[in-house]
């Protein structure tokens, strides 16, 4: 049965200008708003700003993470790693190449230790691969984590902004069933791909699935009034036998509940 989440900070005031960041001063109360509204789970993010003070990152805040979870019955069950956007394998500004792996082993046995499965990692915007050599160093990241991720039982699914061929190809030179592809509905309708025919590519290989929506080129809209096709794309998954997840990353402005109840009952109705 699928699963739907939602990412931390949709239930709390939006950082603007931003539409996403670790909600540290209310990620707790989330979890509650998470059960009221009827989410089944949260999406963890971990992303560079005061990383170090990220509940995930300490045993004391796995341990609260675990409690919320316990007295919710919502769940986290899988890790936005947004650090490695920032800082990539490739082209790397402030730490070394085994300094970032040595991260990712840490936040893999974390994941698990929370009881997540996923780690979305993202391929895009600063991180995103511009040369055979970016791609080579990431697959070469990715075939050092596997063994890793097959001890917690983990699954790494590469966020990116490839056309579906490209995207296939790159996730397909890693043959653990570890790795696969995290699709993004509405980065890829920004970039003018269309959700039903991406599927029948990229289906194989998914992991699991960002619900947001966007116009052709342009910025995230609300769910339903942008260019995503998801109308076809998700009844194709779902007639195909995709039993993943997917997780609402959409856009809000100031009314975050109202909001993200709309937004549950959207997906409730696709499905």
Known sequence: MNKIGIIQGRLSPRPYPKLQAFPIE??????KYAKELGYDFIEWIFEDNRYQENPIWTAQGREKIKQCIKETGVTVESVCA??????PFF?????????????????????????????LLPVLEKAEIRSKE??????????QLVTVLEKYNIRIGIEAELMAKQYFELVSHITSSHIGIYYDAGNCAFCGYDMRKDMEILLPKLIQVHVKDRLTGGESVFLGTGDTNFLE????????????????????EDEYLETSLKNLNYMRRLL
Do not use: C
């Not at 947004?82 to 800082?87: G, Y």
């Not at 970016?134 to 075939?143: C, G, K, T, V």
């Open 134 to 143: 970016d791609a080579d160093i990431l697959l070469e990241a990715l075939e």
């Open 26 to 31: 209310s990620w707790q109360q989330e979890f």
């Open 91 to 119: 082209r790397r500004e402030k730490y070394s190449f085994k300094e970032l792996l040595e991260k990712m082993k840490l936040l893999i046995s974390y994941t698990s230790e929370i009881g997540a499965s996923v780690i």
């Open 82 to 87: 947004d650090f490695f956007l920032e800082n």
């Open 233 to 252: 794309g998700i009844p194709y998954i779902q007639e195909h036998g995709y039993n993943g997840n997917y997780v609402l990353q959409t856009y809000f």
